[in-house]
């Protein structure tokens, strides 16, 4: 089991930045493929952002490329989420994701939610225009 707990959500005016920090806890986090992914009512859960195993393969969303960062702390078991110049459309309810097949590779990315099998609780932003 792979347990998953998202902080750093909250308020925050547009053009402001923000970071969200996952950790996760019940697998070593190095085996572990990350993602971020967002929701909004009445919308499909949709890819944020991405990390391979190995921190060298990493994936955006497009309209966050250029803005977001996704990092990951294999030390800390956390994966981060930066979050610069953002807009009323970013606000959601944001989740951490874990992917734990042991088919990944060290470099593999997946944008699908259905390859992520471990969520975190989500955590919301708000961005006021």
């Known amino acids: 089991q792979v347990r998953l707990v998202e902080s750093g959500g909250g308020l925050v005016q547009a053009g402001g930045s923000m970071r969200l920090s996952c950790a996760a806890s019940g697998r070593t986090f190095s085996t572990l493929v990350m993602a971020w992914f967002r929701q909004v009512p009445g919308k499909a859960r949709e890819f944020v952002a991405g990390i391979s195993r190995s921190s060298h393969e990493i994936r955006y969303q497009f309209s966050v490329e250029g803005r977001f960062t996704i990092s990951r702390d294999n030390v800390q078991s956390t994966v981060y989420l930066q979050m610069s110049s953002l807009k009323p459309e970013d606000t959601a309810v944001y989740y951490c994701?874990?992917?734990?097949?042991?088919?990944?590779?060290?470099?593999?990315?997946?944008?699908?939610?259905?390859?992520?099998?471990?969520w975190g609780q989500g955590t919301q932003v708000t961005v006021s225009s």
């Open positions: 994701a874990a992917d734990s097949s042991s088919n990944a590779g060290t470099n593999d990315v997946f944008r699908s939610s259905i390859n992520y099998d471990y």
